[in-house]
């Protein structure tokens, strides 16, 4: 079985900073591309941020040149460094990683609990 496990959620007033990490662990042979993700009330849960195990990133518009996310392979954890937030950025954060298990032929996609984070005053 695999876990992730994120922290680094709280409130903050706009403008604020705020670094997430989600750490993998469990019965692990690869981890592949991890990711956040975030919903809001009411809302879809939508992208934020991606990083595939080469280091390469996609991020979604509404957080480019804001955001910047990372990952320590050594660690099997993600990070998101969260600069700039705004009121509009509050959401449950997700931490998202596509898994080749131990003893598997398949990848498998798994999710975080959640994080929430607040923006305002």
């Known amino acids: 079985q695999v876990q992730l496990v994120e922290s680094g959620g709280g409130l903050v007033q706009p403008g604020g900073s705020l670094r997430l990490s989600c750490a993998a662990s469990?019965?692990?042979?690869?981890?592949?591309?991890m990711g956040w993700y975030r919903q809001a009330p009411g809302k879809q849960r939508d992208l934020v941020a991606t990083?595939?195990?080469?280091?390469?990133?996609n991020y979604s518009d509404s957080v480019k040149g804001r955001f910047t996310i990372t990952r320590d392979n050594a660690k099997k954890t993600v990070y998101l460094q969260m600069n700039s937030l705004l009121p509009e950025d509050t959401a449950v954060y997700y931490c998202?990683?596509?898994?080749?298990?131990?003893?598997?032929?398949?990848?498998?996609?798994?999710w975080g609990r959640g994080t929430q984070v607040t923006v305002s005053p």
């Open positions: 998202n990683a596509d898994v080749r298990p131990l003893g598997s032929f398949n990848n498998a996609n798994y």
């Open positions: 469990g019965s692990i042979f690869r981890i592949n591309a």
């Open positions: 990083v595939t195990s080469g280091g390469v990133t």
